[in-house]
């Protein structure tokens, strides 16, 4: 059973991040000097900004899953891989309770096929720990490596493109853009130690390890894509 997760409500608005069109928390407008606070974003960051939320919220959805169907299929038959894929799962419900959470904070709405993600996470999760546990390590690998690669994209992004103009004609990024670059950094930092660990438990010993790899790797890009628009 999955654990910690944080229920939504039915429906929510279609989003779209207004208060970071503000892109100062109210304590620290509050405390702001007028020169110290930002102009606003425009239409088309924060509709990207919802996309990143919306797209970070399903892929650690997905990350839930598939390490609850691995930790189904292979604690109790495999001792060894109980702490190392306990550890690995709870960063992921903490990684999707975090994103819930600015999910419902930031009204953006879910993506509108969850229910898909939920199901395929957890047979891909379980069905390549059916396999063996070195398949199961080599599904690790292949979707942090995407999932790697996909946090840089948006850090990259949200470095370049979201340096906002204060009053006063300095730039720099809001309170809450910082918070949310330092968030994907530290998950990043997360997907990646991940990586390391199904490395170190033998994923390139699976059986087929590249028909495995790449076509998870496609499956996590065709997921990616489509979360962040559906
Ligand atoms: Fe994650
Ligand atoms: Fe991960």
Same mark, same amino acid.
């Given at each position: 059973?999955?654990?910690?997760?944080?229920?939504?409500?039915?429906?929510?608005? =279609?989003?779209?991040?207004?208060?970071?069109?503000?892109?100062?928390?109210?304590?620290?407008?509050?405390?702001?000097?007028?020169?110290?606070?930002?102009?606003?974003?425009?239409?088309?960051?924060?509709?990207?900004?919802?996309?990143?939320?919306?797209?970070?919220?399903?892929?650690?959805?997905?990350?839930?899953?598939?390490?609850?169907?691995?930790?189904?299929? /292979?604690?109790?038959?495999?001792?060894?891989?109980?702490?190392? #894929?306990?550890?690995?799962?709870?960063?992921?419900?903490?990684?999707?309770?975090? =994103?819930?959470?600015?999910?419902?904070?930031?009204?953006?709405?879910?993506?509108?096929?969850?229910?898909?993600?939920?199901?395929?996470?957890?047979?891909?999760? !379980?069905?390549?720990?059916?396999? !063996?546990?070195?398949?199961?390590?080599?599904?690790?690998?292949?979707?942090?490596?995407?999932?790697?690669?996909?946090?840089?994209?948006?850090?990259?992004? /949200?470095?370049?493109?979201?340096? /906002?103009?204060?009053?006063?004609?300095?730039?720099?990024? !809001?309170?809450? #853009? !910082?918070?949310?670059?330092?968030?994907?950094?530290?998950?990043?930092?997360?997907?990646?130690?991940?990586?390391?660990?199904?490395?170190?438990?033998?994923?390139?010993?699976?059986?087929?390890?590249? #028909?495995?790899?790449?076509?998870?790797?496609?499956?996590?890009?065709?997921?990616?894509?489509?979360?962040?628009?559906?």
């Amino acid at each position: 059973m999955l654990r910690k997760s944080v229920s939504r409500p039915a429906s929510r608005g =279609f989003s779209v991040l207004k208060s970071l069109k503000t892109t100062e928390s109210p304590k620290s407008t509050q405390n702001a000097k007028p020169n110290d606070r930002f102009k606003p974003l425009s239409d088309a960051q924060v509709a990207y900004l919802d996309r990143v939320v919306r797209v970070d919220q399903a892929g650690e959805l997905g990350a839930n899953y598939i390490y609850a169907g691995q930790y189904f299929v /292979l604690a109790s038959k495999y001792p060894h891989l109980k702490p190392v #894929l306990h550890h690995m799962w709870e960063q992921e419900i903490h990684h999707h309770n975090t =994103f819930n959470e600015m999910q419902l904070k930031r009204r953006v709405r879910p993506s509108l096929i969850t229910p898909l993600w939920k199901l395929g996470a957890f047979i891909m999760g !379980s069905g390549t720990a059916l396999i !063996s546990p070195e398949a199961a390590m080599a599904c690790t690998e292949a979707v942090e490596t995407v999932i790697g690669g996909h946090y840089n994209d948006q850090l990259r992004c /949200l470095n370049n493109q979201y340096e /906002l103009e204060r009053n006063d004609g300095t730039k720099g990024h !809001s309170q809450e #853009l !910082s918070s949310l670059i330092a968030t994907i950094k530290q998950f990043r930092d997360d997907e990646l130690e991940h990586l390391d660990t199904a490395i170190e438990y033998d994923s390139h010993k699976a059986v087929p390890y590249i #028909l495995l790899t790449e076509g998870i790797k496609n499956v996590c890009r065709v997921a990616i894509w489509t979360a962040e628009r559906v």
